[in-house]
């Protein structure tokens, strides 16, 4: 079961987005390669809007964007930037008005927190005009893989509710009258990867064993004293992490954070007769299917 909102601004009240992330100039550059005049976007997940101030240099302007976001503190961030901003699921009868409306859509490590996939697919391609495309970056799987098999955190729910995988992306798609045309893995970063595995492992140890000394202090209220002491006790196991960090070595190619996808939407679908009649793109043109 995916978290809601009340669970999201529970758990990420006091979250601080990246300001960048590989992701972001990735499709950066696929935007320019496929430019649209006067394109209409959408972004869920859209956290403190850093991509969007991307999209002003690419000639979106403000007004046509619209994001989708549950934090209320990021809203706030959002529409004081001129943003359109919308609290709900993209799947909500809200968004039934939005058919063919948006040229892209993003959403970056949004897709693994969410259930109702055939719903969530099929609404993106409803949502998208003619030759639109989805952007989405989700965890890269060989990453999780790596850091489940070496005592660092573990991928579950209700965090995570899903693993994804580029063939479970063109199927998807496919299914609902999509198409993958393009997918990569982000390069590893190693800065990235170092800082991140000593704090997951450092977090880990403390559930593995609640009454160790890293979960004793992990448990002291917040403030300098604790971050200090949590980042001793972290790069005093540092020596315990080499032999895994040989094994990412030799795995780097596929060890970057991110597992990026494009699908586009596919003119020549025809979702099947039986799904049409009372089905929110069931009012969309007919087209002949291939």
Known sequence: ?????????????????????????????????????????????????FFLDMLGAESIEARNITAVEYNTKSIRNLESR??????????DKQFDAYQSAFDFIFLFQVVEHMSGLDDLFDRLRYLLKSGG?????????RRIEYQEAN??????PPNHVGRWTPQAFSELSARHGMRVV??????IDWVEFLEHDISYSHIRRTQLKPDGIPARIRSLPRGKFRRLAEAAAA???IPARLGA???????????????WVQPERDPAYLPPASSRQDHPSASA????AI
Not at 3 to 26: C, H, I, M
Not at 133 to 141: D, G, L, Q, T
Not at 151 to 156: A, C, I
């Open 285 to 288: 043109p007919p087209v002949t």
């Open 151 to 156: 005592d660092s955190v573990l991928d579950m």
């Open 245 to 259: 960090w040989a094994s990412a070595y030799r795995d780097r190619r596929n060890m970057g954070g991110s597992l």
């Open 82 to 91: 001129g943003y359109r901003t919308i609290a709900s699921d993209i799947r």
């Open 182 to 187: 393009a997918s990569e893995i982000e390069p």
């Open 235 to 237: 790069v005093a196991y």
């Open 133 to 141: 495309s989805v952007f989405i970056a989700v965890p890269n799987p």
């Open 1 to 49: 079961m995916a978290g809601d909102a009340d669970f999201y601004n529970l758990a990420n009240s006091d979250v601080s987005y990246p300001q960048a992330k590989w992701e972001f100039t990735r499709t950066i550059e696929a935007l320019r390669r496929s430019r649209r005049n006067n394109a209409s976007v959408l972004e869920v997940g859209a956290g403190d809007g």
